[in-house]
T-cell receptor
């Protein structure tokens, strides 16, 4: 079946531009997670949704980062006024249940801020 | 804060040999552990998981060992194949957690 998909796969933005990254989770998956992965590092948690509710956004690095999942399926991660330090791969994961277990990851969006 | 670390950043093994990848964690409240495999340009792929009430779990060609006393986790891959070449991450979460804490990763290279 279809896995988690993300778009675009690659995004180049000039410093100061706003970007929007999309995640399509596996159909029916209740939980959705966003991670940021810097080059050569493990993913770092950004935020977590249970259906449309954003239950944890403690990992968002600044108020320039905003995530939403208005209908409990597709999610968008928005970064305003991008900075060079925002360059990373942004990973989305979903899981069937309410808990964090067995997350299925998408391929990620590689964001490069020039 | 959370700290999940790996002992070796790179590992090279001959095809057919067994591989052992190690991981240390610092949070004694960690309850659930996962090993992920990440190939270049792809997202992490689930390999095997283990809960804190177990010390060993086996899958197809993989075994995870958990030593809660020293907060150590290992992944053993039997008869390593070229397709096993990737970066391997351990990740953990406490019982009431809603996020995973990932280690830095170990890059495994299988030499044909």
């Amino acid at each position: 079946g279809a896995g988690v998909s993300q778009s675009p796969r690659y995004k180049v933005a000039k410093r100061g531009q706003d970007v929007a990254l999309r995640c399509d989770p596996i159909s029916g998956h209740v939980s959705l997670f966003w991670y940021q992965q810097a080059l050569g590092q493990g993913p770092e948690f950004l935020t977590y949704f249970q259906n449309e509710a954003q239950l944890d956004k403690s990992g968002l690095p600044s108020d320039r980062f905003f995530a939403e999942r208005p209908e409990g399926s597709v999610s968008t991660l928005k970064i305003q006024r991008t900075q060079q330090e925002d360059s990373a791969v942004y990973l989305c994961a979903s899981s069937l249940g309410l808990a964090v277990y067995e997350q299925y990851f998408g391929p990620g969006t590689r964001l490069t801020v020039t | 804060g959370e700290s999940v670390g790996l002992h070796l950043p790179t590992l090279s093994v001959q095809e057919g040999d067994n591989s052992i990848i190690n991981c240390a964690y610092s949070n004694s409240a960690s309850d659930y552990f996962i090993w992920y495999k990440q190939e270049s340009g792809k997202g992490p792929q689930f390999i095997i998981d283990i809960r804190s009430n177990m010390d060993k779990r086996q899958g197809q060609r993989v075994t995870v060992l958990l030593n809660k006393t020293v907060k150590h986790l290992s992944l053993q891959i039997a008869a390593t194949q070229p397709g096993d070449s990737a970066v391997y991450f351990c990740a953990e979460t406490p019982d009431t957690g809603n996020q995973f804490y990932f280690g830095t990763g170990t890059s495994l290279t299988v030499i044909p």
